[in-house]
T-cell receptor
Framework: DARVTQTPRHKVTEMGQEVTMRCQPI?????VFWYRQTMMQGLELLAY????????DSGMPKDRFSAEMPDATLATLKIQPSEPRDSAVYFC??????????????FGDGTRLSIL | DAKTTQPPSMDCAEGRAANLPCNHSTISGNEYVYWYRQIHSQGPQYIIHGLKNNETNEMASLIITEDRKSSTLILPHATLRDTAVYYC?????????????FGKGTHLIIQP
């Protein structure tokens, strides 16, 4: 089965360090989503792209977070500088949107981030 | 998007059918009902979706009431591996088009 692949699966680093999380969407999907999950807030949408262009990043802290799609097979989420409150599981999902299609989005298994 | 209401937790015996309810009384005509589940330490997994007709796939069945104000996800023969948090989500367009809004879901525990 086609899968969304996220790397690394786990990351532990000290506050102030730059963190980069990577996502390989399912081949052929044109929409990529980033979510964050914490015990307190649950699953929240951070940002998403369509055809590599950012469509909505209103859920993302602008000052330290950035999301990009260097090409159709790679999406990145960067935090610089990282803070302990950024500790969470970050999920990437991908989906296909073409006009009126109604296909679900599929999730990777996440990057578990701990900022000390 | 319509808000959904789910019970916080449910138990079901292994081998029995698990019926998970979802209330979406403010759903509008162009909104779909999606179900995802999240097994511990994994990403959310798509289960099924529907608009107004009942749907069935290899994982589950989705029963939507005629007035569309509620639905039930049915796992016909629950196994221990079905223990997870189940999310009912209502979206106006294809699930691949926009971000999903997750509530707290129902924690389904399958008992041996």
């Amino acid at each position: 089965d086609a899968r969304v692949t996220q790397t690394p699966r786990h990351k532990v680093t000290e506050m102030g360090q730059e963190v980069t999380m990577r996502c390989q969407p399912i081949l052929g999907h044109n929409t990529v989503f980033w979510y964050r999950q914490t015990m307190m807030q649950g699953l929240e949408l951070l940002a998403y792209f369509r055809n590599r262009a950012p469509l909505d990043d209103s859920g993302m802290p602008k000052d330290r977070f950035s999301a990009e799609m260097p090409d159709a097979t790679l999406a990145t989420l960067k935090i610089q500088p990282s803070e302990p409150r950024d500790s969470a599981v970050y999920f990437c999902a991908s989906g296909l949107w073409v006009g009126r299609t109604n296909q679900p989005q599929h999730f990777g298994d996440g990057t578990r981030l701990s900022i000390l | 998007d319509a808000k959904t209401t789910q019970p916080p937790s449910m138990d079901c015996a292994e081998g029995r059918a698990a019926n998970l309810p979802c209330n979406h009384s403010t759903i509008s005509g162009n909104e779909y009902v999606y179900w995802y589940r999240q097994i511990h330490s994994q990403g959310p997994q798509y289960i099924i979706h529907g608009l107004k007709n009942n749907e069935t796939n290899e994982m589950a069945s989705l029963i939507i009431t005629e007035d569309r104000k509620s639905s039930t996800l049915i796992l016909p023969h629950a196994t221990l591996r079905d223990t997870a948090v189940y999310y009912c989500i209502v979206r106006s367009r294809g699930g691949g088009a926009d971000g999903l809004t997750f509530g707290k879901g129902t924690h389904l525990i399958i008992q041996p």
